[in-house]
Structure formats: structure tokens, C-alpha cells
């Protein structure tokens, strides 16, 4: 960033949603998500005079999914987002993207200063070309935060592992459907499966379920935690000193079942929403 306290914002696009992020210089100021963005919205947001318009714009309240605000002096400004800065742009923030959907990235191009990040910005050492960025610079963001060996764990609309040794080098991962994702296909390419909304089940469900929608949930859901648990195992006995970090949309309800099985794994897990934003701060500060 040119200046120390410089406004900018921060856009992880996912499969599923808009992940955003406020910074003032190093400082995250708020976190949140929200739904794709139409190509028309994004058209309007160079002509945007103020951040607050900028914020409501790109995040009306309605949209707005998860907020957390992590600055410790919270803004007296009319809007919670936007922090009390005196020297709020007469031009749109610079914007850092990282996509993982490239038609998506396509219509972000209109904005005035958008920087797209790509793999080869992320110092990352063995990556392999086709390597999501998305994985990349969480993976980045947490060892750089909590240090090298480390895993990370996406619980996003695919699950993700990806991990690094302690000479910041991409040891490799994994990829499989997500839990929305699982819930989402047998749903849809089977005649009989009903879709299973997932905020209906808090807690652990029946293992041997005597109906269907039961039946579903055990099958996802005890499969990738015991997918989950075996993959923590391997990474624990390959390297000393290793960390494991998790992220992603459904990181909390993953937890929340984790913790009620594999107690002692668990409390092994930095969890942390914000991974991608310590990736690309320290991109944005490598600059300097
Ligand atoms: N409000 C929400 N909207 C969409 N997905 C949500 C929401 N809350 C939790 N999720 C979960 O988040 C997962 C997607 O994770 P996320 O990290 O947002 O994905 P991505 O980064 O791939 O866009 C879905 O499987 C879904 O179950
Ligand atoms: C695996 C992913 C689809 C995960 O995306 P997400 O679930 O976070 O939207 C993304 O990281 C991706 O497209 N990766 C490219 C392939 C790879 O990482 O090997
Ligand atoms: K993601």
C-alpha cells in the first residue's frame, strides 16, 4: 500500500459467496459476506463518492451474511462499517481479489483499482500451476500468522486440505464436496433423495437412521468427520511442531460435531474465518 493507514478493501470470491474484508493499512477493521454481486451493481460502484455508499452498494443490510467488527475503538459513524477515518476517499478504495471463479473476476474488471492477485505473488514454494489461490494464500495467512508446519482446513463449498513444511513448501492436499455440496448432489441426481437443509441439524445425529433424511445425515456427516479426524492424524505424525488451522462457511457446525467426537483433536484447531485476509495482507505489505 502507498500509505500506512490507507483504506482497502479485500474480496475473496468463493463458489458459494463474496467473502470481504476493510483494512486500514495492516489493520482488518471488519469482516463480512455476502451473496454474488451483479454485473450491473459493480458498473454503478466507480461512480460511488463516499465508502458508506461504496459499503451499502457492495453489501445492502438484507445481503449482509456474517459481520464481525475486530477494530478495538468502534466507529461512532452513522454506518457500523465504515470506520471514522477522517480521510474517507473521494475515489473507490483500492480492491484486492482473489477468485476462484473466473467468471466472476470477469466483471469485477470495472472497478477503478482493482488488483487481481495470482499464484505467483504468493511466495509459497512448490505450488503446482493449477493450485487454487483461494488455497494458496489461507495457507499463507495462517503460517505466516501462526507459523510453518501448517495445515489448513477449508470448510467451504468444496473441503479443502492444503498444507506447507516448515520451509514454507506446499507438501499438497486434498479436495472433496463440500457438506452443502454432498447434501446438494444427492439431492439432485437421485430420483428419491430429498434435499437436506443442514441449519436443521445442531447437534450429532443417529448414526443407524431408520428414515431417510436421517440416513443422509449420519452419511455425510460421520464420513467427513472421520475423513476429517484421519486427515488431522496423518498431518500430526508427519512433521513436529505442526499447526492446523480451519476455516470456511461451515468450519462452526464441523466444530461443533468435532468436538463432541474427537475432543482431543480438536482442540488442536486455530479457528479462524480470516485466513485468505492474513494471506493477502501480507502481499499487500510485501509491497511496501
Ligand atoms: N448464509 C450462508 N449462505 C451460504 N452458505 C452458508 C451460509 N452459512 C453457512 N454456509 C455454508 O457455507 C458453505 C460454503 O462456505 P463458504 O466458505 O462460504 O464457501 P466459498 O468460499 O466456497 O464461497 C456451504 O456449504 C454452506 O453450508
Ligand atoms: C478447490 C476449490 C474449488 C475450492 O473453492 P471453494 O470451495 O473455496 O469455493 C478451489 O480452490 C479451486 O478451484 N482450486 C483449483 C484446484 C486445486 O486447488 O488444485
Ligand atoms: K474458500
Redesign the pocket.
Known amino acids: 500500500m502507498r500509505e500506512m493507514g490507507e483504506i482497502w478493501l479485500a474480496l475473496e470470491i ?3 459467496r463474496l467473502h470481504w474484508a476493510l483494512f486500514i493499512g495492516e489493520t482488518l477493521y471488519s469482516a463480512w459476506d455476502t451473496d454474488h454481486i451483479a454485473e450491473s451493481v459493480i458498473q454503478q460502484l466507480a461512480k460511488c463518492q463516499t465508502l458508506d455508499h461504496l459499503l451499502l452498494a457492495i453489501s445492502p443490510p438484507h445481503q449482509k451474511i456474517r459481520e464481525e467488527n475486530t477494530s478495538s475503538s468502534p466507529s461512532s459513524s452513522s454506518s457500523p462499517s465504515s470506520p471514522s477515518s477522517p480521510s474517507s476517499p473521494s475515489s473507490p478504495p483500492p480492491l484486492l481479489v482473489a477468485s ?1 471463479v473466473p467468471s466472476q473476476t470477469a466483471i469485477w474488471q470495472t472497478y477503478p483499482n482493482i488488483r487481481v492477485i495470482t499464484l505467483d505473488q504468493v511466495s509459497l514454494k512448490g505450488v503446482y500451476p ?3 489461490i ?2 494458496a494464500l489461507a495457507l499463507w495467512g495462517a503460517g505466516k500468522m501462526w507459523g510453518f508446519p501448517m495445515l489448513v482446513i ?1 470448510a ?3 473441503l ?1 486440505f492444503t498444507a506447507a513444511d516448515a520451509n514454507q513448501c506446499l507438501v499438497g492436499g486434498a ?1 472433496l464436496p ?1 457438506l452443502g455440496l454432498q447434501f446438494a448432489t444427492l439431492g439432485q441426481q437421485t430420483e428419491q433423495l430429498p434435499l437436506v437443509e443442514m441449519q436443521n441439524f445442531p447437534s450429532l445425529p443417529p448414526r443407524f437412521a431408520l428414515n431417510t433424511t436421517g440416513a443422509i445425515q449420519s452419511g455425510v456427516i460421520y464420513t467427513i468427520l472421520a475423513g476429517i479426524k484421519d486427515f488431522i492424524e496423518a498431518w500430526l505424525q508427519l512433521f513436529p511442531n505442526r499447526k492446523i488451522a480451519i476455516k ?1 462457511g461451515d468450519r462452526t457446525l464441523l466444530l461443533n460435531y468435532l468436538q463432541a467426537l474427537y475432543p482431543e483433536i480438536t482442540v488442536r484447531l486455530i479457528v479462524e474465518p480470516n485466513l485468505i485476509f492474513w494471506g493477502m495482507r501480507e502481499i499487500v505489505m510485501g509491497d511496501e
Open positions: 468463493g463458489n458459494s476462484v493449477t493450485l487454487g483461494d488455497r477449508d467451504g463449498t468444496a479443502t479436495i463440500g470456511g
